[in-house]
């Protein structure tokens, strides 16, 4: 099927009797058209994920569209001439919208309209019984360019209607419209032909744009589908709620992480690589170290009171700001009260020619102990953590034993130089 809902529409084309089509033809019903067409594109209701590039009038801006049958949905679109990311929603019950400009809330009942009518496409509700009430309606066929296409106008409960084409004879989707003079004509599909992943985006007879259309391998899980909560600090219960789950199962309150440790030089680790670990224990306990054929050089660690550094067997004084390190180490953004902080929503970020949600966190006991976190807006994970002195980049999540997920790399960038450490483990 195809449908983007923000560039959907019309062609100018003429109507034609269905003079040519077959008498069997002529008896079809709008649902037994459409049962055809859900036979030969494939189409078995499962839930899928698609990101749609689209171009029209000199501007690209990709879509990103998720729906968990029978009734979810969220789409996240990208404007990069704006530097603008929209976010619309519906949980089941409610339409929702919120942007990287911050805010959001309830959408007006025209935007709720055209939401609803792509819940109701990306769902299959038109083939599927038991997704979202469609009405169906059968026009007089359609001639364009000399061939011939049924014609069927769907009416989404508390949507807006839109007309799908179906080429007569090979019954594929082939053309939709909703608006009055621009129309979507499916070029190519996929392997199995049940995604349009080349659209033509028409306008008054000629061609003004282009939809890209590709798969995304997702589990969409309830919680990204329901409106963020609108108070002061308006998305970060909503934030922390997503980056919980997508942690994984419960967090330990002791946990030790290994991995192989490079430094950065001109831009290329090192092959001398070091052994790196880090052993946290909540609310903000923590050691961290690096050892070389066994020896341990160099050391730092805080026990919830005192902070301890060594180098080479020697005593180091550590840093004043050390207990950031324990409170960012181990999630107190994720264990506030426990922590003893205060989590704030801060601005979003762009860093790297991307954005990010973020986080900030400050010591109820100290204010002057703080750091920052960056959430991935896809994912919900952690993907930078702001320690005033550090920046450290979070890549290459993959669960463990138990299924927590855990960052394979880290990039530490701080005064002492650039550092990356690989092949990040937990040892239990």
Not at 247 to 252: A, N, V, Y
Not at 349 to 369: C, F, H, K
């Amino acid at each position: 099927m195809l449908h983007l809902g923000i560039i959907v529409a019309s062609l100018f084309f003429c109507c034609a009797p269905p003079g040519a089509a077959r008498d069997s033809n002529a008896r079809l019903t709008a649902a037994a058209i459409l049962h055809r067409v859900a036979k030969v594109e494939g189409i078995t209701g499962a839930n899928r994920s698609r990101i749609a590039t689209i171009t029209e009038n000199g501007h690209t801006w990709t879509e990103l569209i998720v729906v968990k049958a029978p009734d979810k949905l969220l789409i996240r679109s990208v404007y990069p001439w704006m530097h603008f990311v929209r976010y619309l929603g519906f949980d089941g019950k409610r339409a929702w919208t919120s942007s990287s400009f911050g805010g959001g809330g309830m959408v007006e009942p025209s935007v709720e309209r055209y939401i609803i009518s792509t819940l109701a496409w990306y769902t299959s509700a038109d083939t599927i019984p038991g997704r979202w009430p469609v009405k169906l309606a059968r026009l007089p066929d359609r001639v364009i360019d000399g061939r011939s296409y049924f014609a069927i106008e769907e009416t989404p409960r508390g949507g807006n209607p839109s007309t799908l084409l179906v080429a007569q004879g090979t019954f594929k989707s082939a053309g939709e419209s909703s608006r009055p003079g621009r129309y979507l004509m499916c070029m190519q599909r996929s392997s199995n032909k049940s995604i349009c992943t080349h659209t033509e985006v028409i306008s008054d007879g000629r061609v003004v744009g282009s939809v890209d259309v590709a798969p995304v391998p997702t589990k969409p899980d309830d919680v990204q589908f329901e409106m963020p909560q609108m108070l002061d600090d308006w998305t970060t219960s909503w934030l922390l709620q997503r980056y919980a789950a997508a942690l994984g199962s419960h967090e330990p309150a002791t946990q030790i992480l290994r991995g192989d440790m490079h430094q950065v030089v001109g831009a290329m680790p090192t092959a001398f690589s070091t052994q790196w670990q880090l052993q946290t224990t909540r609310p903000q306990a923590f050691a961290i170290s690096q050892t070389y054929g066994g020896r341990e050089y160099w050391r730092l660690a805080f026990d919830g009171k005192t902070a301890t550094a060594m180098r080479l067997g020697k005593s180091l004084s550590p840093s004043y700001l050390t207990p950031i390190f324990g409170m960012a180490f181990n999630h107190c953004e994720i264990h506030a009260t426990e922590c003893g902080v205060r989590v704030t929503r801060l601005a979003n970020v762009g860093l790297d020619g991307r954005w990010w949600y973020a986080l900030g966190v400050t010591s109820l006991r100290d204010p002057a102990l703080w750091y920052d976190v960056l959430l991935d807006p896809d994912s919900g994970l952690p993907s930078a953590l702001w320690l005033q002195g550090d920046l450290i980049y979070l890549a290459d999540y993959a669960a463990d034993a138990s299924g927590r997920r855990i960052p394979a790399t880290w990039t530490t960038e701080s005064m002492g130089g650039t550092f990356v450490i690989r092949d990040v483990k937990e040892i239990f």
